[in-house]
């Protein structure tokens, strides 16, 4: 496993060479793409880690080795590298793993490690940040809002009219025999 670390952050970019059958090249354009002005980089200052004993099945290690991993995000006023409507988005998106303190929570206690359960969790954090820094798409006003034109619905009554007529002209004139 390749890890890359950003100046700025003391997130690790990781890259498997088992899900990645690449070169170094694939790898850099990995880095690239995930530190582009778009994306928005957590800094190590704003996440605070917490390690806490798993549940589950682990074995002998279950009450010894605290592999469970919790990040706390502060969401307040002390985070100004996060822009305010991004910070917004995120709490609306996010509102159940957001507490009343306004940190997000992000956990991993996926795997019987402490480190790739750190890795799953800041690439989940990292998920979601990411995911509220896109921005809507403005949506028009709905169809069922819209008024019809006269035309339209003019159009449509006389549709339906012919298609009654067609369906009386195939009905039995005489009597009631289903038979």
């Known amino acids: 496993m390749w890890h890359l670390l950003d100046r700025s952050s003391s997130f690790v970019l990781t890259w498997s060479r088992k899900r990645h059958r690449g070169n170094l090249a ?6 690239l793409r995930n530190l582009c002005s778009s994306d928005i980089v957590i800094p190590q200052r704003a996440v605070k880690v917490e390690h806490s004993r798993s549940s589950g099945p682990g074995g002998q290690n279950v009450n010894k080795v605290a592999s469970k991993v919790r990040l706390r995000l ?9 822009p305010e409507d991004v910070r917004a988005r995120l709490v609306e998106q996010q509102s159940k793993l957001v507490t009343r303190d306004g940190e997000l929570l992000v956990s991993c206690d996926e795997t019987r ?18 995911a509220a820094a896109i921005k809507p798409k403005a949506r028009g006003v709905p169809i069922q809002e819209r008024p019809l034109p006269t035309a339209v619905k003019e159009r449509r009554l006389d549709t339906k009219k012919v298609h009654s007529k067609k369906k009386k002209s195939r009905a039995r004139s005489g009597g009631t025999d289903f038979g």
């Open 74 to 82: 502060n969401l307040g006023d002390s985070a100004e590298w996060l």
């Open 26 to 31: 694939t790898l850099q354009g990995l880095r």
């Open 113 to 130: 490690s402490q480190t790739q359960n750190l890795e799953r969790a800041r690439e989940r954090l990292q998920q979601l940040v990411t």
